[in-house]
């Protein structure tokens, strides 16, 4: 049986928010992404996968990568 999900977003900003994090990644894209996420984490130097903007309360949130030196 085959089910489909539809989804409504009430406004642009959250119909580019579902776009922007659901996104189809190959095993290898997948590695660097978590591997980015990590290096943040943990603060050391390299690429990070981290937040764009620095306002806790920023919706939705967006990420970009940055050089890290630690």
């Known amino acids: 049986m085959s089910r489909q999900l539809q989804v409504e ?3 642009e900003r959250m119909r580019k928010y579902w ?4 996104v189809e990644m190959s095993p290898a894209e997948m590695g ?3 591997e980015g996420r990590i290096r943040c984490h ?4 390299g ?4 937040r764009k ?5 920023q919706f939705p949130i ?3 990568w940055r050089w890290h030196e630690a």
Do not use: S, V
């Open 9 to 11: 977003f009430p406004d």
């Open 19 to 22: 776009l922007d994090n659901n």
């Open 32 to 34: 660097f992404n978590i």
């Open 42 to 45: 943990k603060n050391e130097m």
């Open 47 to 50: 690429w990070h996968y981290t």
């Open 53 to 57: 903007y620095k306002d806790g309360e």
């Open 62 to 64: 967006e990420l970009e």
